[in-house]
């Protein structure tokens, strides 16, 4: 532990710094250390130090007991001689203290065995050390990134299950003398009410039902998959009623709310890390000369990549120190010359984008006419079975070919900015994610200008292209389901496909061209945003196909062992990983990025496309979150108004204020716990030259 020195000997610290709790925590310690040695004479040497220290607070507030001697940092003989002032002070604790202390010893094991229990029962537990062991920290920390996906989908789909689809089918069934009311809806015109799903009837060939279940359509459009099953006003079990359309609406904003507290805790820890540890270049140098060692790997071959690794990462500080000097001496005529550069190929970025933008707009227009035109006419045959699935799947195929074109032409052009090497890999990466999540939004854009436009009253009666989309949500899920089919059609095919012959030619071909190609690397960025991209996916399809968390978490389950096979077998490590601490910051700031993408599209769907007419729990109202005004209108008139003035300006402004104050503070204290960071930083300096500035407390 580290305290502060004594006034005569340092400067006092500023006035701020003695308010932080930290600094009152430190002068606790160091008083409760003080007080023990004057009420009782300590052992010799720094085991009676620190055995004093151990004894202080216990002491000073009479209910903490003392630390465990095994959680000490010291030598054998000298735990052994604290575990002797341990015990030697129990004479003078009462009976009730002394078995406070006994029975928190016993729990504390209890808990400790419990833990244990549980964290052999962890998921992949085996699999990631053995991962971990192999290859480092940072490649171990993708696979542990993939079961937080698979634990998080899983919640989702209990979630969905529970409170939509569960009550939907045992009401159906007429299970526990449930019963369902399906109220039709008023003021609505008739043709607005039509819906006649795709479904096969009579006898069909089995190609169909492969075309059904890669698609969507068919058998999978009537079941539980989609939003349109769910065509209920309300479900009574037994006597309570079960307000179906309210549930649907409120379990989808609580697995988004779940989705976004649970990213956030697991990420506060790398935020608190790099708001601490934002070292300059001589600390970062020290830190991979004397730290950078990763001691979990026991593989050979891993640890002379890890050598390479650190090599790397001291020429790139190197580099960058060698760019700062190169950017301070580069005259004006030069920083126009870079700055133009940029310009240009920031355009050509900017082109590239709206290239991809503009073919997966066309590509959704075409697909979804010509798709709609084909199951009206019931034209599918065998000779055209192939021609019907390119066409259903066109848009994903335009959005998997933008996601593997796209980044190849960043990667290519970010070599002419002149950046340092760090910055161009946040840049590209940033490039990269921005790119695979607009490809979602235009892709949602492209079906809500097709569901929106109407050309005739009786259209603009219904709100939406009810011809082409008599349930349109059903529709958005049925995109939502090909993407994730898809991502995990490409995923599977590249390991097979690609890898394993891969694999195969360099090691049983010496031809130097297939050498110099090598083994395809297991490029960590590039995998993390490929299931990033697939949980967003999931994220917004979960509200049009309440199943899709379940078909995603199977995904993944897969999808971890396909990855796990293909970096043993066929795949070597990055040349350049990245750092496990810097690696789990980056994933859940990108899935951060990617739930915040999220919403928008979520939300535009709630509250301004009007709800389909013929489908879905959100019939009877104009949009979906029309649910939620609808309810209130049913509680009693004090609780209303209650409701009512909290969603009034009155309430938000003075709320929103007082949050704005609670962060202004928060990010005050974060400012000033760095400084005392600092600030301690400093005086460790001082103590390697100035021996009398490390005294007996440190």
Not at 573 to 579: D, E, G, S, V, Y
Request: aromatic fraction near 14%.
């Amino acid at each position: 532990e580290v305290f502060l020195p004594e006034e005569p000997r340092a400067a006092a610290p500023v006035d701020f710094l003695q308010e932080l709790p930290s600094y009152q925590s430190a002068l606790r310690r160091r008083a409760a250390a003080g007080g023990t040695q004057e009420r009782r004479a300590a052992p010799r040497g720094s085991a009676g130090l620190r055995a004093a220290e151990a004894r202080g607070p216990e002491q000073e507030g009479g209910e903490l007991a003392a630390r465990p001697a095994r959680e000490y940092p010291l030598t054998i003989a000298e735990k052994r001689r604290l575990r002797d002032c341990q015990q030697a002070d129990i004479k003078y604790i009462s009976g009730w203290k002394q078995w406070k202390r006994t029975s928190s010893k016993s729990l504390k094991k209890v808990l400790n065995e419990v833990r244990e229990l549980f964290s052999h029962l962890e998921l992949w537990r085996s699999d990631i050390r053995s991962i971990e062991g192999k290859f480092g920290t940072g490649i171990q920390s993708y696979f542990s990134f993939l079961r937080f996906l698979v634990l998080l989908n899983l919640i989702i789909f209990i979630l969905m299950f529970s409170f939509v689809t569960l009550p939907s089918i045992i009401s159906e069934y007429g299970i526990f003398n449930s019963s369902f009311a399906k109220i039709s809806p008023k003021n609505i015109e008739p043709h607005c009410t039509v819906y006649k799903p795709s479904g096969n009837m009579g006898l069909v060939y089995f190609y169909t039902y492969l075309k059904d279940l890669l698609s969507g359509t068919g058998f999978l459009e009537v079941t539980s998959l989609f939003y349109g099953y769910y065509t209920i006003d309300a479900v009574w079990l037994s006597s309570p009623r079960y307000n179906l359309p309210l549930a649907y609406l409120l379990t989808t904003f609580a697995y988004l709310a779940l989705s976004l507290l649970w990213i956030i805790k697991r990420s506060v820890e790398g935020f608190k890390q790099n708001l601490v540890h934002d070292e300059d270049q001589f600390q970062s140098y020290c830190n991979k000369v004397f730290a950078g060692w990763d001691f979990c790997i026991t593989d050979l071959r891993a640890a002379w990549l890890k050598h390479r690794s650190l090599q790397y990462e001291l020429q790139t500080d190197l580099e960058e120190e060698r760019l700062k000097r190169k950017v301070a001496d580069r005259t004006m005529k030069e920083k126009l010359r870079i700055y133009s550069l940029r310009i240009f190929i920031n355009i050509i970025v900017i082109a590239v984008l709206s290239g991809c933008f503009y073919c997966i707009y066309r590509a959704t227009v075409f697909s979804q006419e010509n798709s709609n035109v084909s199951i009206g006419h019931d034209d599918v045959s065998n000779t055209n079975f192939q021609a019907n699935l390119l066409v259903q799947y066109l848009p994903s195929i335009v959005i998997t070919l933008a996601n593997f074109i796209a980044p190849q032409i960043f990667s290519f052009l970010i070599r002419f900015e002149d950046y340092s090497p760090a910055f161009e890999i946040r840049l590209t990466l940033m490039r990269c994610v921005f790119v695979r999540l607009a490809n979602i939004g235009v892709l949602l854009f492209s079906l809500w200008s097709q569901i929106s436009y109407c050309a005739t009253d009786e259209c603009k009666a219904c709100g939406y292209n009810y011809e082409l989309y008599p349930c349109w949500e059903s529709e958005v899920g049925q995109e939502m389901y090909k993407l994730m089919i898809f991502d995990f059609i490409i995923i599977l095919a590249g390991t097979l496909f690609v890898d394993f012959p891969r694999k195969l030619l360099v090691t049983h071909c010496s031809c130097k061209p297939v050498q110099w190609c090598g083994l395809q690397e297991f490029g960590i960025s590039d995998n993390v945003l490929e299931i990033v991209y697939g949980q967003t996916i999931c994220w917004i399809g979960t509200f049009f196909s309440p199943l899709l968390p379940a078909i995603a978490t199977i995904k993944y389950f897969f999808i971890f062992y396909i990855k796990k096979i293909s970096l043993i077998h066929t795949c070597k490590p990055a040349a350049r990983p990245i750092r496990a601490s810097s690696s789990n910051c980056f994933f859940l700031v990108v899935l951060l990025i990617g739930l915040v993408l999220a919403f928008i599209p979520l939300g535009i769907s709630i509250a301004h496309i009007p709800s389909s007419k013929a489908c879905g729990p959100f019939r009877s109202f104009n949009t979906s979150w029309a649910v939620v005004p609808d309810t209130i209108l049913g509680f009693p008139t004090g609780l209303q108004q209650v409701l009512h003035g909290i969603a009034s300006e009155a309430f938000a402004v003075p709320f929103f204020m007082v949050v704005c104050l609670i962060m202004f503070y928060f990010i005050a204290l974060a400012g000033a716990h760095k400084r005392v960071v600092e600030q301690l930083r400093q005086q460790l300096v001082m103590v390697r030259f100035d021996p009398l500035f490390c005294t007996p407390k440190v």
